[in-house]
C-alpha cells in the first residue's frame, strides 16, 4: 500500500522554465512533508520541507504548496537550472511515528538546455 | 566535512552467504536509519536506533539484523541472501527522533549471486 505516491516517473523541462513535481499521499496522519534530491552514486540529500499547519514554503528557487484538502503536495522550481536534472523524492511523516519518512517512488528531472 | 559514509559502495555475495554492509557519521547524531531501495521503488526503513534502542519495523524480515557497536558506527547484516535482497541500502542519520531531516549516505548497492 503506497502511502506516499509520485505519478510521474519523469519530467522533462527546459532551461529557465518552471519544473513541477507532484505529490499524493492518502494517510492523514501525515503532518511533516519533505522533498529530497537524489543524484546518481549519491544519497538523498534534503531540499525543503513542509510543516501541515502551512500551505506554503519558499526558499530560493524552490516553493513546496501544500493542499491537505486533497492530500496533494507539489514542488516547484523557478528558473530550473541543468544542474536541477535528479531524481526528485516526495516524503512524508506522521506524529507518534518517531520521525519515520515514507517515501514516494521518486521523479527523475531532466532539465534541458 | 562531517558525513554519513557507507561501506562498501558495491557488495557482490552468493545466495545464502551472509553479508554485512557498513555505515560509519561524524555528525555524532543519536539516531541511525537502515532502508531497502530496489528498482524504481521508495526507500523502505527497515529499523533504526536510537542510541542503543534498537527498533524493527514490523515488516522487515527476520533475515535482516543491526548492530551499533558505538554512536559512530552501524551495521546490516543479511543472514541468508536471498535473490531478492538484491537492492540498494541506504543508512541514515538524524539528531534526535524528530519531525526533522535525515542525512543519508551514498548507500551499497547489494549483488546477490
Known amino acids: 500500500d503506497q502511502q506516499v505516491k509520485q505519478n510521474s516517473p519523469s519530467l522533462s523541462v527546459q532551461e529557465g522554465r518552471i519544473s513541477i513535481l507532484n505529490c499524493d499521499y492518502t494517510?492523514?496522519?501525515?503532518?511533516?512533508f519533505l522533498w529530497y534530491k537524489k543524484y546518481p552514486a549519491e544519497g538523498p540529500t534534503f531540499l525543503i520541507s513542509?510543516?501541515?499547519?502551512?500551505d506554503k514554503n519558499e526558499d530560493g528557487r524552490f516553493t513546496v504548496f501544500l493542499n491537505k484538502s486533497a492530500k496533494h503536495l507539489s514542488l516547484h522550481i523557478v528558473p530550473s537550472q541543468p544542474g536541477d536534472s535528479a531524481v526528485y523524492f516526495c516524503?512524508?511523516?506522521?506524529?507518534?511515528?518517531?520521525?519515520?519518512?515514507?517515501f514516494g517512488t521518486g521523479t527523475r528531472l531532466q532539465v534541458t538546455l | 566535512d562531517a558525513m554519513v559514509i557507507q561501506n562498501p559502495r558495491y557488495q557482490v555475495t552468493q545466495f545464502g552467504k551472509p553479508v554485512t554492509l557498513s555505515c560509519s557519521q561524524t555528525l555524532n547524531h543519536n539516531v541511525m536509519y537502515w532502508y531497502q531501495q530496489k528498482s524504481s521503488q521508495a526507500p523502505k526503513l527497515l529499523f533504526h536506533?536510537?542510541?542503543?534502542?534498537?527498533?524493527n519495523e514490523a515488516d522487515t524480515p527476520d533475515n535482516f539484523q543491526s548492530r551499533r557497536p558505538n554512536t559512530s558506527f552501524c551495521f546490516l547484516d543479511i543472514r541468508s541472501p536471498g535473490l531478492g535482497d538484491a537492492a540498494m541500502y541506504l543508512c541514515?542519520?538524524?539528531?534526535?527522533?524528530?519531525?526533522?531531516?535525515?542525512?543519508f549516505g551514498p548507500g551499497t548497492r547489494l549483488l546477490v549471486l
Open positions: 494517510n492523514s496522519m501525515f503532518d511533516y
Open positions: 536506533y536510537y542510541d542503543k534502542d534498537f527498533n
Open positions: 541514515a542519520t538524524s539528531r534526535e527522533l524528530a519531525v526533522e531531516t535525515q542525512y
Open positions: 513542509i510543516s501541515s499547519i502551512k
Open positions: 516524503a512524508a511523516s506522521g506524529t507518534g511515528t518517531a520521525s519515520k519518512l515514507t
